[in-house]
């Protein structure tokens, strides 16, 4: 139970230092993040950040302003054959 309190916490903390680089870099600006994960790391993703939904296909993070957006990246590889 440590290990993913521990994991949790470090990849908030990892998130929130990128959020408040990019607010520094760009004040005025909108931040957004896009994580196209395997689906072991979009799965275990999910389940360090808490998110309630675990059947969902993509979940996002709001830290400070800037948006961090989950999804698995097959669901890309669909999007891009598609085009």
């Given at each position: ?11 908030m903390e990892k ?69």
């Open positions: 139970m440590e290990e993913n309190t521990k994991g949790s916490n470090g990849l998130m929130a230092l990128i959020a408040d680089a990019l607010q520094n870099t760009y004040p005025e600006g909108k931040s957004v993040v896009v994580f196209a994960l395997n689906k072991t790391d979009f799965i275990e993703s999910k389940k360090s950040l808490l998110v309630p939904d675990q059947e969902s296909k993509q979940f996002k993070i709001d830290i400070s302003g800037t948006e961090f957006i989950f999804l698995p990246d097959e669901l890309l590889s669909d999007e891009t054959s598609n085009s």
